[in-house]
């Protein structure tokens, strides 16, 4: 139904890597492909003017040293590889940022047991965060402004603030977290992204108990912006970062979800981990056999066998596009991909097999299959210049795939005796 009132339309170019929003995520990953594949196209999509206009842009400008998430969630894994990254490009480049540290204070014995559990958190071999556990007067050497209440803190020397002369000598509190209920109404957040002085009470008693210097007259909304939650804040559930690739049903697309804080630490190491999804499950640069081993891992032995006798060899390439059947075509070509270096090209049919043979592959597709064409049908100026002025080339559109495995021939009965009859040897007893 769908596919009548929404018919093929042939695209109007063709591109390798395409990545939606230009905020701080889509910026690394969109360096990080150019320069991993810098003979294929990469297309950044932003609809603002100017990228990091959204969620990026409303941060709190911290490094963070990853010291708070589970010890083996992706938001742990990705802060402390992005954190050194960060690092390395703000000094290669001379990006204003000052590592700081960290102090999380405590004022109770009850707070006090949840410094010494985070500070053995920080000691796991997934997390290695460098924490020390240190007294009162200690925490008052590193920020004598401290209320006479702390008893213990527990301090983090390698988180840091970047672009610091944007502070202008001031001090930055927050941000605090407002849940946004759902709305019909069109663009109904924007009304709730305007800074507000309506929690500035509770802001200012908040930071009272630990900074009881700080004049409340000081305080001043800064800026208001989304912050991408799984999970609403009434579930109390860990909301981690989630990497989506479904290599089965769309290998070339890989979505990125809650990517709040720590997603500015992370960014490079977000871009790191697509750019080896990307190379070793698209393109096919990775090792195959690896592949099909893990495969076998994870669906067990028969299954893994009955796929790999359907997939005739431990093959990987280049998706290089999808008929209207559904059929998938892959290629490999380039030097850094030799692992089939005498099939080339193939497709995977959308039926399965019996049905598998060349009558369900449109002709234009025949010609790349066979390197007739160089490009593929989508990709060729001259096949599409040909299928959408003349007959000469079939187009796809009028194709019909013979599902019954056969090239449609038959034969027809004969009464006519045959001129020429096949010898056939006859055994006989020797006289």
């Given at each position: ?19 939606i ?12 492909l150019?320069?991993r ?5 990469t ?6 003017q ?13 490094i ?15 802060c402390?590889r992005?954190?050194?990254?960060l690092?390395?490009?703000?000094k ?7 590592k700081t ?18 500070h053995?958190?920080?000691?796991l ?8 556990l240190i ?13 006479k209440?702390?008893?213990?803190a527990?301090?983090?020397?390698e ?12 001090v ?22 305007k800074?507000?002085?309506?929690n ?6 908040a ?9 409340p ?8 912006g ?17 990497i ?5 049903n ?10 709040e ?42 299954d ?14 280049r998706?290089?596009?999808t ?30 097999a ?27 100026e ?7 002025q ?8 009028t ?5 019954t ?6 034969t027809?009965?004969n ?17």
């Amino acid at each position: 139904m769908l596919k009548r009132i929404f018919p093929y339309k042939p695209p109007e170019m063709a591109v390798d890597h395409i990545i939606i929003g230009g905020g701080v995520v889509g910026l690394a990953v969109a360096q990080k492909l150019s320069q991993r594949f810098p003979t294929r196209s990469t297309y950044l999509i932003e609809r603002h003017q100017r990228a990091g206009e959204e969620t990026s842009s409303r941060n709190s400008e911290v490094i963070h040293a990853g010291i708070y998430y589970p010890q083996n969630s992706l938001k742990t894994q990705l802060c402390v590889r992005g954190r050194k990254l960060l690092y390395e490009r703000c000094k290669t480049h001379n990006i204003d940022h000052k590592k700081t540290g960290k102090l999380v204070i405590g004022t109770s014995a009850s707070q006090y047991a949840y410094l010494r559990k985070l500070h053995a958190h920080t000691q796991l071999p997934e997390v290695s965060v460098p924490t020390q556990l240190i007294s009162a007067d200690q925490a008052l050497d590193y920020e004598p402004d401290l209320s006479k209440s702390v008893t213990a803190a527990l301090y983090s020397p390698e988180t840091s603030i970047i672009d610091s002369h944007g502070l202008d000598g001031s001090v930055k509190f927050g941000p605090d977290v407002e849940h946004l209920p759902e709305s019909d109404a069109i663009d109904y957040w924007k009304e709730h992204l305007k800074p507000s002085e309506k929690n500035l009470p509770k802001v200012i008693e908040a930071v009272q108990k630990y900074l009881p210097g700080v004049n409340p007259d000081g305080f001043s909304p800064d800026q208001a912006g989304l912050r991408v939650k799984r999970n609403p804040p009434s579930s109390n559930q860990f909301s981690d970062f989630e990497i989506v690739h479904d290599t089965e049903n769309t290998p070339g697309m890989i979505s990125c979800y809650g990517i709040e804080s720590p997603g500015l630490t992370a960014c490079m190491a977000i871009a790191e981990e697509i750019e080896r999804r990307l190379t070793n499950d698209v393109w096919g640069a990775g090792q195959s056999l690896y592949r099909h081993l893990r495969n076998w891992y994870r669906v067990g032995l028969r299954d893994g066998w009955a796929q790999l006798n359907e997939w005739v060899d431990v093959k990987a390439g280049r998706l290089a596009g999808t008929d209207k059947f559904g059929n998938r075509y892959y290629e490999n070509l380039e030097e850094e991909m030799p692992e089939v270096p005498w099939r080339q090209r193939w497709v995977r049919y959308a039926q399965e097999a019996p049905l598998e043979n060349a009558s369900q592959v449109p002709s234009e597709w025949h010609a790349w299959l066979h390197h007739t064409r160089l490009n593929a049908p989508h990709e060729d100026e001259v096949v599409k210049k040909i299928t959408a002025q003349t007959q000469h080339w079939r187009p796809a559109e009028t194709h019909v795939e013979n599902l019954t495995g056969t090239r449609g021939a038959f034969t027809t009965y004969n009464t006519t005796a045959p001129k020429l009859y096949p010898w056939q040897p006859k055994v006989a007893q020797r006289q």
